[in-house]
């Protein structure tokens, strides 16, 4: 819902601070007091095109602020979370700063954003409807979904959605399994040469680094075995360290009950380095026996690394990936060997899960069925106290080709009228009028108002060229839709503006030799004033006053 809207230096506004309610809102005023600019403005804070003209004279840049509050669910916190952006989640705050040279900057929050994003956001906020918009249920690709929401089967629409995604998922790994067979064909004697060799080799993973490491040993292996002889030489030949220390104890246990326990930790410390000494020796012994002094080692561990990389090399891999690499091959070499089992197989499951989607897209079919039906009379109901008791509605659902088929099913969904008996129905923008354009689309959204994504609609003069029982008929319908949704529409009639829950009067004022429009919220008392300046003019009579209260005091009863 809209809660407030603040401009600064459009047109003929330089400051306005709005603050909006539930129910239905009504904007009154003279012709050419501005309350186009409002709508102007609105729609700069919903993203729509920013043009210089719109940049009071004498100013540098228009800003217009716009803030809303959102329920849990709403589609616009997913879009938001889409794109990286945090908000608040209960109120949502879109600015737009459009310059005197037409350049404009957008907001979400106080967070830069694009305009494009700007726009869809808007989209799900609010929805103008005036005489030349096209936007919300005049775009056929919004018919859908509208019909969808009215019938209320989503258990039908999220199997169909589910059975789509399952019958293209596998109609993709037929076709990839396919165009794999295909190259494995191609490719047949290549591929088998290549097994023949990689199977010869039979690579490990890891095989290539332990054999670097083994061979950079074993190139060092006459240092290495060299180092090990001298050090067991010093630990355990005949003047080594380890016969060393056994001379030291001997010596010192001959004298252990005479120090009177001061030779303890010495001979402790003898002992413990007489076992780490035995240890360092057997370590050493085994290090040399697995060094080897057999030359044919290290010869046979570069050939079979020089093996593996130069096949690697051949292949365009590394060394690590040739086993990968022997796997592939063999996986479509079998696919060969199979004769193509594999495919039929998927193509049997193919054909399973397009029966499926075709099922599940005759149960959704069947519904919309039942819902166009459903909403076409209850649209024809609402079209003769509106004037249009020789117009028809109907919703009309066309097959499509099965490449058109697609998650929501498989027939286009559009709405169609005739003004006219006899004439041929068209899509709603181009068969109405104006006046009758706004009466069409007040009565689909009565229809259509508990089901509505977007909580907030404005109607520019839905009015337009009709009055007395008509007008009344237009102001209860917009009082019934107001008690669904939040409703702004901007009026002459008195009747409409009779209805209204909340009531703003909008006009122009001379100030410092400047016009300057102003907009104010009306009391009771006030509303009762404008409504009687709408059905008398200029000079309000005692008898326009009455006719002012008459209305009110029916519009509340």
């Known amino acids: 819902m809209l809660l407030g809207l603040t401009i600064r230096d459009v047109v003929l506004i330089d400051r306005l601070d709005l603050a909006f309610h539930a129910g239905l809102c009504?904007?009154?005023?003279?012709?050419?007091a501005g309350k186009s600019i409002l709508l102007d403005a609105l729609g700069l804070a919903l993203g729509m095109r920013a043009e210089s003209g719109l940049v009071r004279q004498g100013a540098d840049q228009a800003v217009v602020t716009a803030e809303f509050a959102l329920a849990q669910d709403h589609p616009a916190l997913a879009l938001l979370d889409d794109s990286g952006i945090a908000v608040d989640g209960a109120r949502l705050v879109l600015r737009r700063v459009v310059n005197a040279d037409g350049r404009s900057r957008a907001f979400i929050d106080d967070q830069p954003a694009s305009i494009g994003l700007l726009r869809q956001l808007g989209e799900t906020l609010v929805e103008i409807q005036g005489q030349f918009e096209q936007q919300g249920l005049l775009d056929p690709a919004t018919h859908r979904q509208a019909l969808d929401a009215y019938g209320g089967y989503r258990a039908e629409t999220a199997a169909l959605a589910e059975a789509w995604r399952h019958w293209r998922a596998i109609a993709a790994e037929r076709g990839e399994a396919e165009a794999q067979l295909a190259r494995a064909r191609a490719d047949e004697d290549y591929l088998r040469h290549a097994q023949a060799e990689l199977d010869a080799l039979e690579?490990?993973?890891?095989?290539?680094?332990?054999l670097a490491d083994e061979r950079a040993l074993l190139m060092n292996r006459e240092k290495l075995i060299e180092a090990l002889d001298a050090a067991l030489g010093e630990l355990a030949g005949e003047r080594g360290g380890e016969r060393a220390l056994n001379a030291a104890e001997r010596q010192l246990e001959r004298l252990r009950d005479r120090a009177s326990g001061r030779l303890d930790a010495a001979l402790a410390a003898l002992e413990r380095a007489q076992v780490e000494t035995r240890e360092a020796v057997a370590q050493l012994e085994a290090a040399a026996r697995g060094i080897g002094r057999d030359q044919a080692s290290l010869e046979n561990i570069e050939e079979r690394l020089f093996a593996l990389r130069a096949l690697a090399r051949k292949h365009g891999v590394?060394?690590?990936?040739?086993?990968?690499?022997?796997?592939?091959?063999?996986?479509?070499i079998a696919a060969l060997d199979d004769g193509g089992d594999r495919l039929r197989q998927l193509a049997r499951r193919e054909a399973e899960a397009r029966q499926a989607y075709l099922s599940a897209a005759e149960a959704l079919g069947k519904k919309r069925r039942q819902a166009a039906k459903?909403?076409?009379?209850?649209?024809?109901?609402?079209?003769?106290?509106?004037?249009?008791?020789?117009?028809?509605?109907q919703t009309v659902l066309t097959p499509l080709a099965e490449a058109d088929w697609g998650e929501h099913g498989s027939e286009r969904v559009h709405f169609e009228v005739a003004t006219n008996p006899g004439a041929a129905a068209g899509p709603l923008a181009r068969i109405a009028s104006g006046g009758e354009l706004s009466r069409f689309m007040l009565a689909l959204k009565v229809v259509l108002a508990r089901t509505s994504p977007v909580p907030t609609l404005v109607f520019d003069e839905v009015d337009s060229g009709i009055g007395g029982a008509v007008a009344a008929a237009v102001g209860e319908r917009l009082h019934r839709l107001g008690q669904e949704l939040q409703v702004l529409v901007v009026t002459h009639s008195p009747q409409v503006a009779a209805r209204g829950t909340h009531h703003w009067r909008v006009e122009k004022r001379q100030a410092q030799q400047k016009t300057l429009t102003r907009v104010a919220e009306l009391s009771a008392e006030e509303r009762r004033e404008e409504i009687a300046r709408m059905l008398s003019g200029s000079a309000v009579t005692a008898e326009a006053r009455a006719a002012a209260a008459s209305l009110m005091a029916g519009a509340v009863a």
Not at 26 to 32: A, F, N, Q, S
Not at 320 to 332: H, K, S, T, V
Not at 377 to 382: C, G
């Open 26 to 32: 009504v904007l009154t005023g003279e012709t050419g």
């Open 203 to 210: 690579p490990k993973p890891g095989e290539e680094a332990a």
């Open 318 to 332: 590394t060394p690590e990936d040739l086993p990968q690499l022997r796997a592939g091959i063999a996986a479509r």
């Open 374 to 393: 459903a909403l076409d009379t209850a649209v024809m109901r609402e079209l003769p106290p509106l004037k249009l008791e020789k117009a028809r509605f």
